[in-house]
Nanobody, 125 residues
Framework: QVQLVESGGGLVQAGGSLRLSCLAS????????MGWFRQAPGAEREFVGA????????SYADSVKGRFTISRDNAKNTVYLQMNSLKADDTAVYYC??????????????????WGQGTQVTVSS
């Protein structure tokens, strides 16, 4: 079992930045690829980005490419989502997820084996 706990969400003005963190415990963190997803009210959960086990490969949704950056620190069992140039449309609950396919960059939520509880990000316009 892997436990994931997100933090760093909050209220920010449009154009601002936030950095989300996701702390993993319970298993060897570097055995997993990690993903970030988000879900706005009334909408389906959507892919934001993913990173492989080493951090050497990443993938992003078109809507965040060039504004968001995923990174990980395996020594700290943590994956990060740096969000810049935030827009009102980025308002959502953000979730991190772990996938046992450590080289994977999955865009589909059903691929992921473990999920955090989410952290709210609200961007005011």
């Amino acid at each position: 079992q892997v436990q994931l706990v997100e933090s760093g969400g909050g209220l920010v003005q449009a154009g601002g930045s936030l950095r989300l963190s996701c702390l993993a415990s319970g298993h060897t963190f570097s055995n997993y690829a990690m993903g970030w997803f988000r879900q706005a009210p009334g909408a389906e959960r959507e892919f934001v980005g993913a990173i492989n086990w080493s951090g050497g490969s990443t993938s992003y949704a078109d809507s965040v490419k060039g504004r968001f950056t995923i990174s990980r620190d395996n020594a700290k069992n943590t994956v990060y989502l740096q969000m810049n140039s935030l827009k009102a449309d980025d308002t959502a609950v953000y979730y991190c997820a772990a996938w046992v396919n450590k080289d994977g960059l999955g865009r589909f939520s059903f691929l992921y084996d473990y999920w955090g509880q989410g952290t709210q990000v609200t961007v005011s316009s």
